[in-house]
């Protein structure tokens, strides 16, 4: 370990830190805006200079190797002028457009010209324009007068995905961020650049002019689009903002998904299908209705029937979910684990186009939790092997391949082979209930409920303990 003073602050780090990832691990706050811990050290927006003692001039934190006894200033006065005047070079050209800009509020620029810019303007002469709102692809958006030029974007396309699609193009101020091979920027983890732009240049399509972000509020949450069951938080109205002028449906939405930094699972990367998937998920429509027989009942009567028939079952069957979480399974198992056979099967496979494999983040099976249900039920596929009751529980499952057994569907979304199931019990979907997936390499990740269940929706642990 290696002593040394930041800001009279005595603190230890492991030899080969950067004075910035020392900073930052204890809580002290360096101003950045090309730096990011998962990308490769650029040192081109200057703003993190900081002093070190027995040096004459100022370092870029970024970059700078920590040694021994080393004594370094971050808020000093040359340290402040230099902030000063590296905000006057970057603003020099920048478009005053925090009043239309998406990024408002979430702006790192926004917030370190509040926070160390000059009072007054650098410049006297007309900005220098360049194009605005240009379509990298159908879903970012670029606004090269915004851009900072940090390269964040460019070094996630050549160190992260792996695409090398995109390039800084052209010199001094005519430079912008450009599609280096004229293409569409087609790269499949190509959302993040939203997520890790600085600044407002680069734009999710979707969530354009969609809402304030001081409107909202992120749940933390599981993708639930691969085994991989990367960590993302979930953007809704914030419950303060609830306004009846909006309506149920603005007020009950997903706006937006972003990455939600996870070392051990994904890091702070998902991919695009992540970023779409949940907002998918809330378009489809929902079984919210109980049914016997194709007609809706009460669910008190509902359920009644369907305790009758488990308890006259002699053969009964279930086809446990890979989207259930851990703790579904688990209330299953306790309540009516002893009575049924378990089957295990994958809920969804890869959709026509879809990457199915990757060597980055995407995993072939695209269920979030087939690792738990076998490590709680082992694996065994479905055989008809007499049984007189079966349990569908999730998607995916062709009724017809039942035989004559009785069919007990629980559902979150409407089926046209919902009329052909004996008994439907609509359950709700993950992003109603808090629990936990595991994914391939066996980490459990929690996700925590964004939304209430519709009325008659039923949690499906709760409902095991019902039916026993």
């Known amino acids: 370990m290696i002593e040394l003073k930041i800001d009279n602050q005595v603190i230890e780090t492991q030899e080969g830190e950067t004075v910035m990832e020392a900073a930052l691990r204890h809580g002290i706050h360096i101003p950045h805006l090309c730096y990011h811990p998962c990308l490769s050290i650029a040192g081109n927006c200057r703003i993190c200079l900081v002093q070190v003692n027995g040096r004459p001039k100022l370092m870029p934190a ?9 004594e370094i200033e971050t808020d000093s006065e040359p340290v402040r002028a230099a902030r000063r005047a590296v905000m006057q070079f970057i603003t020099l050209n920048h478009p005053v457009d925090c009043g239309i800009c998406d990024k408002a509020g979430e702006c790192r620029l926004q917030e370190y010209q ?19 709102f240009y379509d990298l692809s159908d879903r970012i958006v670029y606004d090269a007068e915004r851009c900072i030029l940090c390269s964040r974007c460019v070094r996630f396309t050549r160190e992260v995905s792996g695409s090398f699609q995109l390039g800084i193009v052209e010199r001094g101020s005519h430079s912008r961020v450009e599609r280096l091979d004229q293409g569409t920027f087609d790269d499949p983890y190509s959302d993040n650049v939203t ?58 939405m997903v706006y937006r998904v972003t990455p939600c930094d996870n070392p051990e699972i994904n890091g702070p990367w998902i991919c695009n299908k992540g970023f779409d998937l949940p907002k998918e998920l809330m378009k ?14 009460g669910l008190e009567e509902t359920i009644g029937e369907a305790k009758r028939l488990i308890s006259q079952a002699s053969s009964p069957a279930i086809l446990v979910s890979a989207w259930a979480s851990n703790e579904e399974l688990a209330a299953f198992k306790q309540h009516l684990g002893e009575r049924f056979t378990v089957y295990t099967r994958q809920d969804a496979g890869p959709e026509k186009g879809e990457i199915v494999e990757d060597n980055v983040l995407i995993k072939g099976d695209k269920n979030p939790n087939s690792r738990g249900v076998a490590d709680l039920f082992g694996s065994q596929a479905y055989s008809q092997a007499g049984h007189d009751l079966v349990i569908v529980w999730g998607e995916g499952v062709r009724l017809s391949d039942l035989g004559s057994a009785t069919v007990i569907q629980l559902s979150s979304f409407e089926n046209a082979q919902d009329k052909n199931a004996d008994i439907l019990i609509p359950i709700s979907t993950f992003m109603e209930r808090s629990g936990s997936f595991t994914n391939f390499e066996g980490t459990a990740n929690c996700f925590d409920k964004v939304f209430d269940k519709p009325e008659l929706v039923q949690h499906a642990g709760e409902l095991f303990g019902r039916l026993a």
Request: hydrophobic share 35%; proline share 9%; glycine share 8%.
């Open 195 to 252: 997520t890790i732009c600085p600044v407002g240049a680069l734009l999710s399509r979707d969530f354009l002019y969609k809402s304030r972000v001081w409107y909202l509020e992120p749940v933390r949450s599981v993708c639930p689009g691969c085994a991989r069951g990367c960590s993302i938080n979930i953007w809704k109205r914030a419950h303060h903002w609830h306004l009846r002028a909006l309506g149920e449906e603005k007020n009950r």
């Open 114 to 132: 509040m926070k160390y810019g000059a009072d007054e303007p650098f410049n006297i002469d007309a900005k220098h324009h360049k194009p605005k």
């Open 62 to 70: 970024c970059n700078l190797p920590i040694t021994p006894g080393m």
């Open 284 to 297: 489809r429509p929902r079984a919210l209705r109980p049914l016997v027989h194709g007609a809706f009942v």
